[in-house]
């Protein structure tokens, strides 16, 4: 995705908004839910898991992101005493999502394995209200002509159009709530830069909604009356993507008509640096070990989409 | 250590002089500034008194150690060939052979509970007027009540927060949505050749554990301030018993057995305070089955690398005492397996020395995090928890370390023993068939629930 999130909108009918949405910033300003209670659980997570989980001095990416990503969730799993709806979750690790659509005459799909899902059993409730879903009408997307869309696309042979969400019917958390992103390579060429991890984001995000919607509404073009929100956060274990994407219709050929909505808070930091071992000048200490830069905000975003369709 | 002042000159070739010396009477009183230097054994020498001063400084040097990471680095300092005991391990009666390792007693059924805790029956839709006695300790309202009284629920509003009762309902239906999710809704591939227990019982078991852990949390608040690890590392090393080198530049030496578990727990819960006691700290519950073979003949090989001693984070961590551990038998040890090949009575035994290797490394390395060792023996008992599962049967095991001292010089003269108890392995379910589980037994999902529930008096 050399274009970034651009390109990904064009590929899915978006229209981009920067920030989040008014719901979950209403969740993390209400003083009720005491997000600040989670400060030392949160400093504890980061510290457990960028200096003490391992024998070795210092943790590799590949182990310390699942583990902080790990403790995050059992962070927002335990606030399920406080709000007993949140026991309605279900994470799903290693699933499997195909979704295909058709963009201006270009089959377009999203197959494979991805990241970590959460479930629920209610959807979340529409973010954007009507006025904002029919002004997306006007709205262009852009284009970078003389570049293709599909640049840097695979191009494969598909010989079936599969939509599938990746759980049989009947399963009782029916509705993609959260998708969960880990670049936890360790070089970093092999890790997606966040750009390109917000364009993946956004890509599967849509895939799972639009499969979402294909079952609940089948396969016709059309446009949703109610439209369906899937949220998507992405880590590299330190910078955090947080995304919001909500879709409008499945009328995807033409480029005219309702978008869909994506909002985006991109590149927060949860902190600045983990210094794992103090580091020496001259025999003197400058730098004791730690964590440098502790940024609560960016803990406050992903609780408040956790707990975003319950609240 | 002493010696008396006229064996000097007899001092070199003439070992067994130097050893009537160890029994001679303490130093006599020496004038306050002698002006010679304390006259004891050499250090170098190849001679029993020159180990006995090297093992005395030694244990100085660790019993002085600033820190307990330096405490921890100098106790496995030295690098020797040593057993690996491997907590799951196809040897035959292996748990016998892993008591007498770790002077562990078992125990068969679990600890008698102080107060009947948190088996709380399902209460009846309204609650009854219960007999609610004062001071809302939520374990004494169930204390010696019989059990057809009243529904044993504190209805006290005064409990802040947490629902007076235990739904098993709704905890069967978690427990039941995370089996039905791993194994029918969710599509997957086959599984891969021999890892069929990566495939569904794997991940059932991190599900149910932390669905479970997060639906009790507001009941146990210990389990609110508590670390989940997913696939930790514990290890400890130790000694215990004494044996001749056999071959080498050491050969004919009197060396400490020693011995190194490794262990990978799938799940295991930590708590920044320890769980209360289930028995004081001298108590005799049986005996720990002495055997006269080598352990190489279990079989038990020997490797030489670092000596790690670990309870799955670094000593910095808050978290510092075992609450739960979850292990997942491997495929190698399916019960299909043993089954075929004649062994039915070593299924158990299976889950039993999984229960006592794993959690005596686990308990003895929180010890060493508190600054216990083998000279420096625990002052309080250290408890753990562990459940042993293959995905569908599930045995609960106990553990109370009373003692470290384990090495030849330390356990003559101690009483003390660890104590493991354990249950046998439970079904927890019989079949899952077209999206519904068939013949849940609801025992082992309160056997469960009560583990995960366990936390000290005072919370």
Redesign the interface.
């Known amino acids: 995705f050399p274009q970034g999130v651009r390109q990904a909108q064009w590929l899915t009918k978006t229209k981009l908004v920067e920030g989040l949405p008014p719901p979950v910033l209403s969740i993390i300003d209400n003083p009720a839910h005491q997000l600040e209670d989670y400060e030392e ?1 949160v400093k ?1 997570a980061i ?2 898991a960028r ?5 070795e001095v210092a943790p590799r990416r590949e182990h310390y992101c ?2 902080l990503f ?2 995050l969730i ?1 962070l927002c ?2 606030m ?3 709000y007993p709806s ?2 309605k979750r ?7 999502i195909s979704a295909t659509w058709e963009r201006e005459s270009i089959l377009l799909q999203v197959r494979g394995l991805n990241g970590i899902l959460m479930n629920s059993m209610a959807p979340i409730p529409p973010v954007a209200s009507k006025e904002e879903i029919l002004a997306t009408e006007e709205h262009a997307l852009e284009t970078f002509y003389p570049i293709s869309p599909t640049i840097d696309l695979q191009e494969v042979n598909v010989y079936k159009e599969l939509n ?1 969400t ?3 019917d ?4 029916a509705h993609p709530h959260t998708l969960f992103f880990l670049e936890s390579a360790n070089v970093r060429t092999n890790r997606f830069r966040p750009e390109q991890l917000r364009a993946k984001m956004l890509m599967f995000a849509f895939g799972n909604a639009l499969a979402k919607a294909k079952v609940l509404y089948g396969n016709d073009p059309k446009v949703l009356e109610q439209p369906i929100v899937v949220q998507s956060i992405g880590t590299d274990g330190q910078l955090f993507q947080f995304m919001v994407f909500q879709l409008n219709t499945t009328d995807l050929v033409s480029s005219n008509g309702i978008k869909n909505l994506v909002w985006i808070d991109s590149d927060q930091n949860l902190y600045e640096k983990a210094q794992c071992v103090p580091e020496v000048k001259k025999r003197v200490v400058t730098k004791p070990a730690g964590i440098y830069g502790f940024q609560p905000d960016t803990f406050k975003k992903f609780l408040a989409l956790y707990l975003h369709g319950t609240v | 250590m002493a010696a008396s002042r006229g064996r000097r000159l007899l001092w070199h070739g003439r070992r067994w002089f130097s050893q009537t010396e160890s029994a001679a009477p303490p130093p006599p009183p020496q004038p306050p500034d002698s002006l010679y230097p304390p006259i004891v054994a050499s250090a170098t020498a190849k001679s029993k008194a020159a180990k006995r001063r090297r093992l005395e400084h030694f244990n100085q040097q660790v019993h002085a150690a600033a820190s307990i990471e330096e405490k921890l680095r100098l106790y496995g300092k030295l690098q020797r060939p040593k057993y690996m005991v491997y907590p799951q391990t196809f040897a035959l009666n292996a748990d016998r052979w892993y008591r007498s390792f770790t002077k562990t007693v078992f125990v068969p059924g679990l600890p008698p509970r102080p107060a009947p805790a948190a088996a709380r029956a399902p209460a009846a839709v309204a609650p009854e007027a219960a007999k609610a006695p004062e001071g809302a300790a939520p374990q004494a309202a169930k204390a010696p009540e019989p059990a057809t009284a009243a529904p044993a629920a504190a209805e006290t509003p005064k409990v802040a ?1 947490a629902a007076p009762y235990l739904d098993i309902g ?1 905890l069967r239906s ?1 427990a039941c ?2 089996l039905l ?1 791993e194994s ?5 591939k086959r599984p891969f050749l021999y890892r069929d227990q990566d495939h569904t019982p794997g ?1 059932f078991l991190t ?1 149910l554990v ?2 479970l ?3 009790l ?2 009941r146990n608040p210990l ?3 508590s ?4 696939k ?2 514990v ?1 400890y090393y130790w000694h215990h018993g004494e044996e001749v080198v056999v071959h080498g530049h050491r050969k004919g030496r009197v060396d400490p057995v020693r011995f190194q578990i490794d262990d990978n727990p799938h799940l295991q819960i930590r708590v920044p305070k320890q769980l209360p006691e289930f028995v004081p700290l001298e108590s005799d519950l049986g005996d720990v089955p002495v055997i006269d073979h080598k352990p190489s003949k279990l079989p038990l090989f020997k490797k030489q690398y670092e000596n ?1 001693v ?1 309870i ?3 000593v ?4 510092c005492y075992g609450h739960t551990q979850f292990h997942l038998i491997p495929d190698k040890l399916k019960r299909e397996r043993f089954v075929r090949a004649n062994l039915e009575d070593q299924i158990e035994v299976v889950y039993r020395a999984n229960g006592i290797a794993s959690l005596f490394a686990w308990t003895a390395a929180q010890a060493m995090y508190q600054g216990f060792w083998s000279e420096a023996d625990v002052t309080r008992p250290f408890v753990s928890q562990a459940v042993v599962t293959d995905g569908k049967y599930f045995a609960f095991f106990c553990y109370q370390l009373n003692t470290l001292a384990l090495t030849a010089e330390t356990i003559q003269n101690n009483p003390r023993k660890n104590i493991c108890w354990g249950t046998d392995s439970k079904p927890l379910y019989d079949v899952v068939e077209d ?1 519904s589980v068939k013949g849940f037994n609801d025992e082992v999902l309160l056997q469960l629930v009560r583990f995960l529930l366990n936390r000290p008096k005072e919370l």
Do not use: I
């Open positions: 659980g504890r510290s457990h200096f003490w989980d391992t024998t699942p583990v790990e403790d059992h799993r335990l399920a005493a406080k949140l026991a279900m994470l799903a690790r290693n699933y499997k599938d990746g759980f049989r009947g399963y009782p958390y | 927060g709704q978690l949505d995370a999710q029918f809704y969710q599509n997957k991940p599900q932390s669905t852990a997060a639906f949390c507001g389990l609110a301030a670390s989940l690890d997913l930790p590392e290890n790690k670990f799955g984070s670094k910095a961590d808050p978290c999206g």
